[in-house]
């Protein structure tokens, strides 16, 4: 199955032979868990990046006591990466709008027209930056990941994401 891997560092030199025993090892793991969200290229591409940050890693700190441990979660992470980069669309995209009609879920009130008008209220008042944060975590973004995008501190987003839910539970007025 691991054919298909070209498992390389950077200058094109190839990888040590316990790092593509672990990756080779791990490639129908991998593949199981993720083929429904990425083609077969997608994954060894990913298990191709992972393999190199594994080298580069070790050449920085030594060779790794339990590789394949620390090759699964490089790999599975690699592989959330991809699939987060491939869902992201631009910050002011029609999408952050209807991932934030999801918040509505959140109301911890049955699902009558009032609080749907409430809801939508609420996120109509939140400032642009607020919306962008919100519908940037609803897409599932980490705080620190809205933050680096925006330019601000994880705080800023995780303060913006606190009113809102704040709002929406009625713990808070909205002016």
Request: contains cysteine; aromatic residues 6%.
């Given at each position: 199955?691991?054919?298909?891997l070209?498992?390389?560092?950077?200058?094109?030199?190839?990888?040590?032979?316990?790092?593509v025993?672990?990756?080779?090892?791990?490639?129908?793991?991998?593949?199981?868990?993720?083929?429904?969200?990425?083609?077969?290229?997608?994954?060894?591409?990913?298990l191709?990046?992972?393999?190199?940050?594994?080298?580069?890693?070790?050449?920085?700190?030594?060779?790794?006591?339990?590789?394949?441990?620390?090759?699964?979660?490089?790999?599975?992470?690699?592989?959330?990466?991809?699939?987060?980069?491939?869902?992201?669309?631009?910050l002011?995209?029609p999408?952050?709008?209807?991932?934030?009609?999801?918040?509505?879920?959140?109301?911890?009130?049955?699902?009558?027209?009032?609080?749907?008008i409430?809801?939508?209220?609420?996120?109509?008042?939140?400032?642009?930056?607020?919306?962008?944060?919100?519908?940037?975590?609803i897409?599932?973004f980490?705080s620190?990941?809205?933050a680096?995008?925006?330019?601000?501190?994880?705080?800023?987003?995780?303060?913006?994401?606190?009113?809102?839910?704040?709002?929406?539970?009625?713990?808070?007025?909205?002016?």
């Amino acid at each position: 199955m691991g054919s298909r891997l070209h498992l390389v560092d950077e200058q094109g030199r190839p990888l040590d032979g316990h790092i593509v025993e672990a990756i080779e090892g791990l490639q129908p793991r991998i593949t199981n868990r993720f083929s429904r969200w990425c083609d077969p290229a997608e994954l060894d591409n990913c298990l191709e990046d992972g393999a190199r940050r594994i080298a580069r890693h070790e050449a920085k700190h030594g060779r790794l006591p339990n590789i394949k441990g620390f090759a699964w979660r490089t790999l599975f992470n690699a592989v959330l990466s991809l699939i987060r980069l491939r869902s992201r669309e631009t910050l002011l995209s029609p999408n952050v709008w209807e991932s934030l009609t999801g918040v509505r879920n959140v109301r911890l009130s049955d699902d009558s027209l009032y609080d749907m008008i409430a809801t939508n209220e609420i996120l109509a008042r939140m400032s642009e930056r607020d919306r962008i944060i919100c519908g940037l975590t609803i897409q599932g973004f980490t705080s620190r990941e809205v933050a680096s995008r925006l330019g601000v501190d994880a705080s800023v987003v995780r303060k913006a994401l606190s009113r809102l839910f704040a709002r929406l539970t009625g713990q808070r007025r909205v002016h």
